[in-house]
C-alpha cells in the first residue's frame, strides 16, 4: 500500500491519546504518507464528557464505524490494542468493505458466553488456566500499584508517573463489560496479524498466543515490549505496522 490508511482503538481506561507517539513514529517513518486516525469510544479521550449508561455494545461499534467513514477512510488497517480486541471482530462483521486488514497488538479476545471481567478473573497469573489473572494480588494491592505493573514494567519511573497520571478520567460503557456475545469465526476471511508483546505484563505470553488463535491471525510478530508498545516501543511498532501490516 502506497499511502495506507490506519485507524487505531485504543484499549481499556485509555483514549485515542494513548496512540500519539506511534503515530508521530508512522509520519516519520512513511515520510508523511500514512494517514492515521485515532479513534475515542465513547466515555474516553475525546468523548469523556459523555453519559455512556444507555449505550449497547453494537452502538459502540457503530459509533467506531461512523467516525471511520466520517473520516473518509477506506481499504483501512483497522489497529486495537487490548480491550479494543472486543470491538476490532464486531467492526468488521457489521462493515466488511471497510477493512483491508487487521492487527491486534496484545488484544484479548473473551469467548462466547464469558464476560471480559470473568476472563481476567480475580486471582494472579497462572492460578487458573480459565482466568488470565493478574500480576500481583487484586486483594491487597491499589488499582495504581496493579495499573503500574501492568502498563508500566518497561518505563522508567518518571515516565511511568507521567502515564498513571492519564489514567482515570477514560471509561468504556458499562455495556462492554457485561457483554458475552464474542463472534470469531467470520475473522478467517479477512488478514490479521498479531503484535505479541513478550513483557507484558498485562496479558502474559500463554494468553496472547492464545488470544491470537481466537482471532484467527496469519501471522504473530513479537516485539520486546511491556503492555504499553505504543508507548515505550512506538518506532518499532510503526516499523511492524508499516512492514508488516497483511497485504
Not at 31 to 38: E, V
Not at 157 to 164: G, I, Q, S
Request: aromatic share 8%; with cysteine; net charge negative.
Amino acid at each position: 500500500m502506497a499511502a495506507p490508511n490506519f485507524a487505531f482503538v485504543h484499549g481499556g481506561g485509555q483514549g485515542s491519546w494513548v496512540w500519539a507517539e506511534t503515530i508521530a513514529a508512522l509520519a516519520m517513518q512513511s515520510g508523511g504518507a500514512a494517514n492515521c486516525l485515532a479513534l475515542d469510544v465513547p466515555g474516553c479521550g475525546t468523548k469523556r464528557d459523555r453519559d455512556t449508561t444507555a449505550i449497547a455494545f453494537d452502538d459502540i461499534v457503530r459509533e467506531l464505524l461512523a467516525d471511520v467513514q466520517a473520516a473518509g477512510l477506506r481499504d483501512v488497517v483497522l489497529v486495537g490494542h487490548s480491550q479494543a480486541g472486543m470491538v476490532l471482530p464486531r467492526m468488521v462483521e457489521f462493515a466488511p468493505g471497510l477493512f483491508h486488514s487487521l492487527v491486534y497488538v496484545t488484544c484479548s479476545a473473551p469467548p462466547p458466553g464469558m464476560t471480559t471481567i470473568e476472563r481476567m478473573g480475580d486471582g494472579l497469573h497462572g492460578a487458573r488456566d480459565d482466568q488470565v489473572g493478574w500480576p500481583v494480588d487484586p486483594a491487597t494491592s491499589t488499582i495504581a500499584e496493579r495499573f503500574r505493573v501492568m502498563f508500566c514494567n518497561d518505563m522508567a519511573p518518571a515516565e511511568a508517573d507521567a502515564f498513571l497520571a492519564r489514567l482515570g478520567s477514560d471509561m468504556w460503557p458499562m455495556s462492554s463489560y457485561a457483554y458475552r456475545d464474542w463472534r470469531y469465526d467470520h475473522l478467517g476471511a479477512i488478514p490479521a496479524l498479531f503484535v505479541h508483546c513478550l513483557q507484558d505484563m498485562s496479558l502474559p505470553s500463554p494468553w496472547q498466543e492464545r488470544f491470537a488463535e481466537a482471532f484467527r491471525v496469519d501471522r504473530t510478530v513479537r516485539i520486546d515490549s511491556g503492555h504499553q508498545v505504543m508507548n515505550t516501543r512506538p518506532q518499532a511498532l510503526a516499523e511492524v505496522l508499516l512492514r508488516d501490516s497483511p497485504a
